[in-house]
């Protein structure tokens, strides 16, 4: 059973992520909004929208997991995290763009923000997150709005064929 300190000090890490997701760019505009799925959502902490220039949601969305750690990175590897094989599948199968953010939160710092996005074709557990993506950078914030804006664009929305 996990102590209530543990869950206070996860919880904390995915609101700090929310709140780096809301921060705008240096040009003022917001990218993303979020909400918060709760702690007892498997798998998905948030799902994130994408804004356009005006700040409406354009239909566009992806699935984030948040893993805070107080852990720095280790040099070879990055941060040690914990996502299961059938995390994967569970996020697979969703179809959507997925995403894991590790959250730094380690004695004597600030918290860094780290995002990676989990591949179609992976099948294994991921045991660690590498420092290559800072979230806290707007160059990274705009390649992932594209990134999913792309993997939008590629799919067609299936047609209905019952209840229209």
């Known amino acids: 059973m996990m102590s209530n300190v543990a869950y206070l000090f996860g919880k904390a890490g995915e609101f700090l992520c929310g709140g780096e997701l809301l921060r705008p760019l240096s040009g003022s505009r917001y990218l993303f909004d979020v909400y918060f799925l709760g702690g007892n959502a498997p798998t998905f902490d948030y799902i994130v929208y994408l804004l356009d220039e005006g700040g409406r949601r354009t239909g566009h969305f992806f699935f984030l997991q948040v893993k805070t750690t107080a852990r720095t990175a280790r040099s070879r590897t990055g941060y040690p995290i914990r996502f299961s094989a059938a995390d ?50 707007d160059a990274v914030k705009l390649d992932l709005y594209r990134e999913v804006t792309r993997l939008w664009a590629r799919r067609r929305v299936p047609a209905l064929k019952r209840l229209i």
């Open 88 to 137: 994967i599948r569970r996020a697979q199968a969703t179809k959507v763009p997925f995403f894991i953010c590790v959250v730094d939160c380690s004695a004597g710092r600030r918290a860094k923000f780290f995002i990676k996005g989990l591949e179609s074709t992976r099948t294994r557990a991921i045991a660690t997150l590498s420092p290559d993506h800072d979230l806290e950078t």
